[in-house]
């Protein structure tokens, strides 16, 4: 598995908007649409990177731990389908069933919101707070598959409280590391 770091966005960087559709509901979304009141998490992810696979139950259970508290959340796989068909969109309703994301999954077929949001890899993670500025993009914590640290979450959690909370955001903030998003 190829690693590849995030890109690490400016901090400040207006959320760039899209309009996606979303494969669990088949509705189209924009950010506008998507948007919490306290903040949002934008997720660049896909079916099949081991990276991926490795944090899902913890993005789900952030995603439904913050939620209730004002976060919208999104998750969106712009990999190149042709060369990776695992990442369709039918297998990403699959993969959705599967791991219990009742957020909305959305298919970048263009490739052009990962382009406008410098993604890099999957994952990918963005927060933006209430006035769609970036306030925390990198990691979710220190585990990979096969390092043996646990999976906590702490990084992406810590930011998320910071953001609620308006608590200062502990830096550095470190950058994601995953498989590189499969570009056309």
């Known amino acids: 598995m190829a690693r590849t770091e995030s890109t690490m966005l400016p901090l ?17 979304f924009s950010f506008e649409d998507l948007k919490g009141s306290k903040g949002t998490l934008v997720m660049f992810i896909c079916n099949h990177c081991p990276f991926v696979h490795h944090v899902i139950k913890e993005i789900v259970m952030i995603a439904n731990d913050y939620r209730v508290q004002g976060l919208g959340v999104v998750a969106i796989s712009s990999n190149d389908v042709v060369k990776y068909p695992q990442d369709s969109p039918e297998l990403m309703t699959e993969f959705a069933i599967e791991n219990k994301i009742d957020f909305p999954y959305l298919y970048d077929k263009s490739q052009e919101t990962a382009k406008a949001y410098q993604a890099a890899c999957t994952p990918d993670f963005y927060l933006f707070d209430n006035q769609d500025r970036l306030f925390y993009r990198g990691q979710l914590d220190d585990s990979r598959p096969g390092n043996g640290i646990p999976l906590s979450g702490s990084d992406l959690r810590g930011a998320i409280d910071a953001l609620i909370y308006n608590r200062s955001l502990k830096e550095p903030q470190k950058p994601s590391l995953g498989c590189g998003i499969k570009w056309k």
């Open 12 to 28: 400040g960087t207006i959320a760039p908007d899209f309009y996606l559709k979303d494969t669990n509901s088949n509705d189209t």
